[in-house]
């Protein structure tokens, strides 16, 4: 019995950093929309899907951490708040450019993914339930990076630049 509520207790305790990190994410994400003035549309819409997925998770999160009579914490990381911090002064100098909107995405997602990679394998030991969750919201921040690497792509490839007349 003691056995299984030290699982479920270390369960919680990884599944409330999870949250953490999704709380960082929708609010650097929201911070990138309300930050910028020219934000392309294609980015926003990228933006807003990546907060509704990370509120997605959040609730998930919650909602496994309940089921294991767990108590959810809300918060945000410490790390999160000093990139949060580190965003708005590079904004403020370099200007919020297609390209610095992309570098700022992939680098939020790869921080996500490490995370989780964390998570995932200090979940083995839990319950099979919470390894499978985070498994699952894993594969969708790999979708996520996908979807982000191919606007990195789609700037290269529409970059004048690029152009070569013969």
């Given at each position: 019995m003691l056995l299984t509520y030290r699982k479920a207790e270390k369960a919680t305790v990884v599944l409330n950093d999870l949250i953490k990190i999704n709380n960082d994410r929708v609010i650097c994400y929201q911070q990138a929309i309300d930050q910028s003035t020219n934000l392309d549309s294609d980015l926003k819409r990228l933006f807003k899907e990546i907060i509704a997925e990370g509120q997605k998770f959040k609730q998930e999160l919650v909602?496994?951490?309940?089921?294991?009579?767990?108590?959810?914490?809300?918060?945000?990381?410490?790390?999160?708040?000093i990139h949060r911090a580190w965003v708005d002064l590079k904004v403020t100098f370099t200007g919020n450019t297609r390209n610095?909107?992309?570098s700022f995405c992939e680098y939020n997602e790869e921080i996500a993914r490490h995370a989780y990679k964390a998570a995932l394998n200090v979940s083995a030991e839990m319950n099979k339930e919470v390894?499978?969750?985070?498994?699952t919201q894993i594969k969708a921040l790999s979708r996520t990076n996908e979807a982000i690497s191919k606007c990195h792509e789609a700037r290269h490839f529409m970059d004048p630049g690029l152009i070569y007349f013969n």
């Open positions: 909602d496994k951490i309940k089921q294991l009579e767990g108590n959810p914490k809300d918060g945000l990381t410490l790390s999160g708040m610095a909107m992309i390894h499978e969750l985070i498994e």
